[in-house]
């Protein structure tokens, strides 16, 4: 079991700035790839970003790509997400995922944390 608690999160204005963190827990031995995924009121869990277990891949989500990147320490065990020009339509709940695989859809996850709200506002 790998756990993952999310921080960073919390109410901020248009074009501001905040950075998202996640800490792996448990069995992390291995190196899992890490991803951030966002929901907002709705049933859809719309990807943001991920990164493989060595750091050396990363893809993003279209309408995030070239304002957020993603990173993790050397240690794997703390993802980041650095979000910068943020927009209103980037409000939603933020969730960090594990998965034993590089991958941008959501079922390839096996982990999930509890989620950060972020909440931009115009």
């Known amino acids: 079991q790998v756990q993952l608690v999310e921080s960073g999160g919390g109410l901020v204005q248009a074009g501001d700035s905040l950075r998202l963190s996640c800490v792996a827990s448990?069995?992390?031995?291995?190196?899992?790839?890490m991803g951030w995924f966002r929901q907002a009121p709705g049933p859809e869990r719309e990807f943001v970003a991920a990164?493989?277990?060595?750091?050396?891949?990363?893809g993003y989500g279209d309408s995030v790509r070239g304002r957020f990147t993603i990173s993790r320490d050397s240690a794997k065990t703390t993802v980041y997400l650095q979000m910068n020009s943020l927009k209103p339509e980037d409000t939603a709940s933020y969730y960090c995922?594990?998965?034993?695989?590089?991958?941008?859809?959501?079922?390839?996850?096996?982990?999930w944390g509890q989620g950060t709200q972020v909440t931009v506002s115009s």
């Open positions: 448990g069995r992390t031995g291995r190196t899992y790839t």
């Open positions: 995922a594990a998965s034993g695989y590089y991958s941008r859809r959501r079922d390839a996850y096996d982990y």
């Open positions: 990164i493989s277990g060595s750091g050396a891949v990363t």
